[in-house]
C-alpha cells in the first residue's frame, strides 16, 4: 500500500515534443504528490507538486494532471528541450512528510 | 545559504568497516532524513527526524544507524559495512508545517568491497 508505481522506465523525445510520465499510487491516504528533478551527479530537486484537491496544476512547461479516483498523476512536459533531460521522480506523502518514491524515468530529449 | 550539505562525496570502504555520513543544513528545518538511492529503484527511505533528539525507523534501516543532537546535524552511521550497503545516500530536509520542499544534498557515493 506504501507502493508508488512509476512509468516509463525510459523516454525518448524529440526536441519540441511533449514528454510524459506516468504514475500509479495505492495508499488513499497520500495527500501531497510532488515531481522531482534529478541531473547526474546531483540530488533530486523539487520540480512541482499538486495536493488532490485540484486536477490540474500548470507552473511553465511543466504541468501536474491528478485523478483521483483512479489513484493517479501525470507529469506533462510540453516543449520539451535538451536540457530537461533528466531522472524525474514522482513521489506521494502524507501531510508533506514521509516521502514514498517512483522508481524514477529517465528522459532523453534528442537535439 | 548552503542549503543541505553533506561529507564525504565519495568513500570506499571494506568489508565490515564503519563510517558516518555527515548531513548538516542551515534552513533551521525541523525534518531531516536519510535516502539510500539504488539504480532503478528510487529513492528508499532509510532514517527519519522530526526534530532533535528524536529519530525513527524508514523503510530500509537494517545496518545503519542516526542521532540528532542539534537542529543542524543528521549524521548516519554505518555499522560493519556490506557489499549491499554500496549506493548512493541522500540527506535532505523540510520545514515544520507540512506540504513543504523537501531539499536535498548533493549525495555520498559509497562503494563497500
Known amino acids: 500500500q506504501q507502493q508508488v508505481k512509476q512509468s516509463p522506465q525510459s523516454l525518448i523525445v524529440q526536441k519540441g515534443g511533449i514528454s510524459i510520465i506516468n504514475c500509479a499510487y495505492e495508499?488513499?491516504?497520500?495527500?501531497?504528490f510532488p515531481w522531482y528533478q534529478q541531473f547526474p551527479g546531483k540530488g533530486p530537486a523539487l520540480l512541482i507538486a499538486i495536493r488532490p484537491d485540484v486536477s490540474e496544476k500548470k507552473e511553465g512547461r511543466f504541468t501536474i494532471s491528478f485523478n483521483k479516483s483512479a489513484k493517479q498523476f501525470s507529469l506533462h512536459i510540453m516543449d520539451s528541450q535538451p536540457g530537461d533531460s533528466a531522472t524525474y521522480f514522482c513521489a506521494a506523502s502524507f501531510y508533506g512528510q514521509n516521502f514514498v518514491f517512483g522508481p524514477g524515468t529517465r528522459l532523453s530529449v534528442l537535439p | 545559504n548552503a542549503g543541505v550539505t553533506q561529507t564525504p562525496k565519495f568513500r570506499i570502504l571494506k568489508i565490515g568497516q564503519s563510517m558516518t555520513l555527515q548531513c548538516t543544513q542551515d534552513m533551521n528545518h525541523n525534518y531531516m532524513y536519510w535516502y539510500r538511492q539504488d539504480p532503478g529503484m528510487g529513492l528508499k527511505l532509510i532514517y527519519y527526524s522530526v526534530g532533535a533528539g528524536i529519530t525513527d525507523k524508514g523503510e530500509v534501516p537494517n545496518g545503519y544507524n542516526v542521532s540528532r543532537s542539534t537542529t543542524e546535524d543528521f549524521p548516519l552511521r554505518l555499522e560493519l559495512a556490506a557489499p549491499s550497503q554500496t549506493s548512493v545516500y541522500f540527506c535532505?530536509?523540510?520545514?515544520?508545517?507540512?506540504?513543504?520542499?523537501?531539499?536535498f544534498g548533493p549525495g555520498t557515493r559509497l562503494t563497500v568491497l
Open positions: 535532505a530536509s523540510t520545514g515544520r508545517g507540512g506540504y513543504n520542499e523537501q531539499f
Open positions: 495508499n488513499t491516504a497520500f495527500d501531497y
